[in-house]
């Protein structure tokens, strides 16, 4: 009875949307290129009833960008509800694919030094360095920061914060690896170690984040993620330390354990496995994140919510929901 009650939710809320909803204008495209990037000049733009397209070029840097309201069709389990309009802005991918591009000549020096070549990626990653069998630890560290010292030239009031340069042994190396893996283990494979998903996870070195531009290990990567997930919990969370100790000191059972293969987390099988105790400070309270997934929660486990945290100096807020069915010019 709930399931079908949800769905008439949602399906009311669909109509409710589907009747009000239509492509921006071009007007309303470029105020939000103006508000979110900065000054730009506007090169194209095309209005049809399906969608709204502006190019735009950055007056900081140069680079063009595009932003297009379209329609997004609705389906739930197989039938359709109509559409809603929808908003993709393809600035960050632009201003990452012009600083690889400009950087080049520099880029591929760098490369040569090291026998290295590089690979683009999408989202933070602006780009992922592949290293020779024949590669050190020391060589990794100099190249992931002299790339990452040359793509912070290019963020200009901190636009590019946050996105990294990752190193990876290259396919040779991951070749080579799994040969001595399987005359270790007598032909037998693991199918996850094997996958693409582990291939890369064996691969990978470590990383530099903008605007800091320092190697980070997998220790480093791994300490700066959770840090992530304390400030999700309390936004002005520090990092203290960390501990290994074991699963039996977080005083759960074992059945609380969801086991899998996601980056930075580790299966548990027993009490006595060794478990990760990240610290952090909250306002003078000490809270902790585990390096393991909760099954009850999902995510990673923390005592957090057992210690009943209040938010520091926060004002209670009214909530405004705001639907966008059009323009906002």
Sequence with gaps: MKNKLYGLIIITLCLFLTGCGHVRSAKSLIKQAKL???????VSKSETDEATTVVLRDKLQGFEYKIT????????????????????????????NYAINDSKASLDTICKKYGASYETFTGDVILNLLMPPSTSETDAVNITEEVATLMQEYNKDNRMDGFEINVSHDEEWLKHYY????????????????????G????????????????????????????????MKYRNAKYVRKEVKTFADTGLTIDRVQNNDYPSGIAI?????????????????EFYICNFLDRETGTWYSNFDELNIKPANEKKKLINIHFHFGDDD
């Design 200 to 231: 890369a996870e064996l691969c990978h070195i470590g990383s530099a984040r903008l605007p800091d531009c320092s190697f980070r290990d997998e220790e480093k990567e791994n300490e700066d993620y959770y840090l992530e997930m304390a400030q």
């Design 179 to 198: 040969e001595k893996l399987l005359k270790e283990n007598g032909g037998d494979r693991d199918d996850y170690v094997f996958s693409g998903a582990g």
């Design 36 to 42: 979110t990037h900065g000054k730009c000049e506007v």
């Design 269 to 285: 099988e027993k009490t006595s496995d060794p478990v990760t105790f990240y610290y952090y400070d909250a306002n003078g309270t």
């Design 69 to 96: 309201s379209s329609m997004n069709d609705i389906n739930i389990d197989g039938a359709s509800f109509g559409s809603v309009p929808g908003t993709y802005d393809d600035f960050e991918a632009s201003l990452k």
